[in-house]
């Protein structure tokens, strides 16, 4: 258990709305990431963050923003969400950080409609 | 740039069968690092294993192998006597060292029938 939450786990949302989505990790990582999962795709990385206030993008980041005011919390927002938003967002961070693993939390499912 | 192939999208066998997942990779880096995940029905992602690209021989864990092959750019995960849990979708994943992210294939979903 790498002591990764993700709040919330679910969210049905309207088209044009900002979203938020939080991470949360208890064991003061500096690497942490939000990828997201469709069909067909496997996970693709969204940002990362590699300590307080320094994140970068990764292959799908059009549409997204991150925010990492304190180590623990890692935030994703949609500033309008839209229909191909809809996906199941993972947040990870890295354990071992010569090898870059990566351990997951339970994952948010957010619809828009 | 880095790549995942995982060409098998489902694979169906029946309990006790072996079974191999294919993941070959593509990478400029000299070194870099390769995973497997599981993710069950219930939707977590679960760390299966770590290779480093200097280190290419073969692990068993218990029912699982893996074999890496650098030749042929190949990490193939093998499960012998396959049981009903084994049915997941399986991520194949790689990661430069001079890069902070990790590319994924498209996984292959295992279904084990009793």
């Known amino acids: 258990d790498a002591g990764i939450t993700q709040s919330p786990r679910h969210k049905v949302t309207e088209t044009g709305t900002p979203v938020t989505l939080r991470c949360h990790q208890t064991?003061?990582?500096?690497?942490m990431y939000w990828y997201r999962q469709d069909p067909g795709h496997g996970l693709r990385l969204i940002h990362y963050s590699y300590g307080v206030k320094d994140t970068d993008k990764g292959e799908v980041s059009d549409g997204y923003s991150v925010s990492r005011s304190k180590t623990e919390d890692f935030l994703l927002t949609l500033e309008s969400a839209t229909s191909s938003q809809t996906s199941v967002y993972f947040c990870?961070?890295?354990?071992?950080?010569?090898?870059?693993?990566?351990?997951f939390g339970p994952g948010t499912r957010l619809t828009v409609l | 740039a880095q790549k995942v192939t995982q060409a098998q999208t489902e694979i169906s066998v029946v309990e006790k069968e072996d079974v191999t997942l294919d993941c070959v990779y593509e990478t400029r880096d000299t070194t870099y690092y390769l995973f497997w995940y599981k993710q069950p029905p219930s939707g977590e992602l679960v760390f299966l294993i770590r290779r480093n690209s200097f280190d290419e021989q073969n692990e068993i864990s218990g029912r699982y192998s893996w074999n890496f092959q650098k030749s042929t750019s190949s990490f193939n995960f093998t499960i012998t006597a396959s049981q009903v849990v084994d049915s997941a979708v399986y991520f194949c994943a790689l990661s430069e060292a001079r890069n902070n992210d990790m590319r994924f294939g498209a996984g292959t979903r295992l279904t084990v029938k009793p």
């Open positions: 064991e003061n990582h500096r690497y």
């Open positions: 990870a961070i890295r354990g071992a950080e010569r090898y870059n693993e990566q351990f």
